[in-house]
């Protein structure tokens, strides 16, 4: 089945550094990827739509400098969250969808940031 | 924007108990599809539903899928603990692509 690697799945920095996220499909190719942030308890938003060889296109009211997200190639997308504060620790997760005829979305296993 | 309900938010049954999630979209759906989460995990997808008034069963689990496509409910026969986790059914409307909309999830917990 469609499988999605995400790493790291956790990381300390200090506050004002940058961290990237890996999101790669190991079976399968991506146009489209999918980052979500999710907080304690709480369901999974939607931050931006990766789309491979374009802009991400970004949902309302996550901001495109803070969250740079890239999609290089079809089987990788990178989420960077730069100049990171405490507010951004959170549970970030990647998805994608698998092949034709598969049409949940697979998604990777999170990257935990906490930002001190 | 859209709203994707889920109620309840928590619920706790003992083990061999039936458990039901339902779920409530502000607008009409092109389909809905259903994850679930275990504590400390990533949602794994369960099911798609697309026609109206669609019922699916897996096993002990039963989809259901509103006629007016705003709706539908996940059923669990007789729990078992590894049950476990949150369940969150996730739509998607016309127009929209790929993109999911989640629901704000029930989080189940089974004891024995």
């Known amino acids: 089945g469609a499988v999605v690697s995400q790493h790291p799945s956790r990381v300390i920095c200090k506050s004002g550094t940058s961290v990237k996220i890996e999101c790669r499909s190991l079976?399968?190719?991506?146009?489209?990827m999918f980052w979500y942030r999710q907080f304690p308890k709480q369901s999974l938003m939607l931050m931006a739509t990766?789309?491979?060889?374009?802009?991400?296109?970004?949902e309302q009211g996550v901001e495109k400098d803070k969250f740079l997200i890239n999609h290089a190639s079809l089987t990788l997308s990178t989420l960077t969250v730069t100049s990171a504060h405490p507010e951004d620790s959170s549970f970030y997760i990647c998805?994608?969808?698998?092949?034709?005829?598969?049409?949940?979305?697979?998604f990777g296993s999170g990257t935990r940031l906490t930002v001190v | 924007g859209q709203q994707v309900m889920q109620i309840p938010q928590y619920q706790h049954v003992q083990e061999g108990e039936d458990f039901t999630t339902y779920c409530n979209s502000s607008?009409?759906?092109?389909?809905i599809q259903w994850y679930k989460q275990r504590p400390g995990g990533h949602p794994v997808f369960l099911i798609q539903?697309?026609?109206?008034?669609e019922v699916k069963k897996q096993k002990r689990l039963t989809f259901q899928f509103g006629e007016a496509k705003k709706n539908s409910s996940l059923h669990i026969t007789a729990t078992q603990t590894t049950d476990v986790g949150t369940y969150f059914c996730?739509?998607?409307?016309?127009?929209?692509?790929?993109?999911?909309?989640f629901g704000t999830g029930t989080r189940l917990q089974v004891t024995l």
């Open positions: 998805s994608a969808q698998g092949q034709e005829g598969y049409y949940g979305y697979t």
């Open positions: 079976d399968f190719q991506a146009t489209t």
């Open positions: 990766s789309n491979e060889g374009s802009k991400a296109t970004y």
């Open positions: 607008t009409t759906l092109s389909n």
């Open positions: 539903l697309v026609k109206s008034g």
């Open positions: 996730a739509g998607r409307t016309a127009g929209t692509a790929s993109k999911l909309t």
